[in-house]
């Protein structure tokens, strides 16, 4: 079994700004790791995924994120946010093994202020 | 493009009377999802299907069935929808291949229960 806890319901920041949206996890297996975006009255979007190898992850609209294995964390990070960022983040992750069975934060409503 | 479509993006029914909600895919991924997501909520995963066998989850109520006619298509049925049935339905697929891959989002169906 695995759990997702994001450490922030809220994140307000101004624009320009940088800003870390924080994601722990715990898990009796290996597993992959994932932020998607959800925009209001949308699906949600893959922003990056960890599946293996470089720690530090590259993903759409300037995110990333670092997989640190001894801290069990995946933070997302954005040196410098817009408007349009503006949305709702869910780090996920899913067990290396067997089809299925994501288990999802509860997310993390960031809010860029001009 | 491929993508995830669902159908209709809102459906009002009342309280008590049947109601399909429908999802199909481009992709031809093998598996597919329904989750249920309320307001301010992390996606709730309802139950999914690898290729034709079908995972339920636990928790999720027998007022809510799925049929997965084909590889495109997956449908969710509530029998007797309540009131607090009323949510966002979102259908999602994956690739899986030996790998939990990303899931790709479409996006969703508010139902309202009157």
């Known amino acids: 079994a695995q759990s997702v806890t994001q450490l922030d319901s809220q994140v307000p920041v101004f624009e320009e700004a940088p800003v870390e949206l924080r994601c722990n996890y715990s898990?009796?297996?290996?597993?992959?790791l994932f932020w998607y975006v959800q925009y209001p009255n949308q699906g949600l979007q893959l922003l990056l995924k960890?599946?293996?190898?470089?720690?530090l992850v590259k993903g759409i609209n300037g995110f990333e994120a670092e997989f640190n294995k001894s801290q069990t964390s995946f933070h997302l990070r954005k040196p410098s946010v817009h408007i349009s960022d503006t949305a709702e983040y869910f780090c996920?992750?899913?067990?290396?093994?067997?089809?299925?069975?994501?288990?999802f934060g509860d997310g993390t409503t960031l809010t860029v202020k001009p | 493009d491929a993508m995830v479509i669902q159908n209709p993006r809102y459906q009002v029914t009342q309280f008590g009377k049947p109601v399909t909600l429908s999802c199909s895919q481009t992709?031809?991924?093998?598996?597919m999802y329904w989750y249920q997501q309320k307001s301010s909520q992390a996606p709730k995963l309802l139950f999914h299907?690898?290729?034709?066998?079908?995972?339920n989850e636990a928790d999720t109520p027998d007022n809510f069935q799925s049929r997965r006619p084909n590889t495109s298509f997956c449908f969710l049925d509530i029998r007797s929808p309540g009131l607090g049935d009323a949510a966002m339905y979102l259908c999602?697929?994956?690739?899986?291949?030996?790998?939990?891959?990303?899931?790709?989002f479409g996006p969703g169906t508010r139902l309202t229960v009157l």
């Open positions: 898990s009796s297996v290996s597993v992959y």
């Open positions: 999602a697929t994956s690739m899986y291949s030996g790998v939990n891959n990303e899931q790709f």
């Open positions: 992709l031809n991924h093998n598996v």
């Open positions: 960890y599946l293996s190898g470089s720690t």
């Open positions: 299907y690898y290729d034709k066998d079908f995972n």
């Open positions: 996920a992750v899913s067990p290396n093994t067997n089809a299925g069975k994501s288990t």
